[in-house]
């Protein structure tokens, strides 16, 4: 078998072509993944410690939490009751003080503790 003779010029200037394009290729996908996103969410304030503490409720009250999650479920966001107790406190603090009022008269009350 006879040996292939290469012309160095030409095989430096494939090598160089071909260094030129890989560069290109990897510069291309840096400036896709590597730039920042026009979406880029705004930073999250730093999370306040949870507090647990537990409470007390009529039934009906407690029956009502599950209404509203599989009613949140219904249009596609699965919720906790934790979540759920939450939204409404939130609700709550954007009433004016004589709509809060009237809302916290209208529930039943409750004794606290655990029953005898």
Same mark, same amino acid.
């Given at each position: 078998?006879?040996?292939?003779?290469?012309? $160095? $010029?030409?095989?430096?200037?494939?090598? *160089? $072509? =071909?260094?030129?394009?890989?560069?290109?290729?990897?510069?291309?996908? @840096?400036?896709?993944?590597?730039? %920042?996103? *026009?979406?880029? %969410?705004? %930073?999250?304030?730093?999370?306040?410690?949870?507090?647990? @503490?537990?409470?007390?409720? %009529?039934?009906?009250?407690?029956?009502?939490?599950?209404?509203?999650?599989?009613?949140? *479920?219904?249009?596609?966001?699965?919720?906790?009751?934790?979540?759920?107790?939450?939204?409404?406190? =939130?609700?709550?603090?954007?009433?004016?003080?004589?709509?809060?009022?009237?809302?916290? $008269?209208?529930?039943?009350?409750?004794?606290?503790?655990?029953?005898?």
């Amino acid at each position: 078998m006879t040996k292939k003779m290469f012309d $160095n $010029n030409k095989l430096r200037t494939t090598v *160089a $072509n =071909q260094d030129k394009a890989l560069q290109d290729r990897f510069d291309k996908a @840096d400036s896709i993944l590597l730039k %920042p996103s *026009a979406a880029t %969410p705004e %930073p999250v304030a730093k999370k306040s410690p949870v507090v647990r @503490d537990t409470f007390s409720m %009529p039934h009906d009250d407690y029956a009502r939490i599950g209404k509203i999650r599989t009613k949140a *479920a219904k249009e596609g966001h699965i919720s906790t009751k934790s979540e759920v107790i939450r939204a409404g406190l =939130q609700a709550l603090d954007m009433l004016k003080g004589e709509e809060l009022v009237v809302a916290l $008269n209208r529930l039943e009350k409750v004794t606290p503790g655990r029953k005898s």
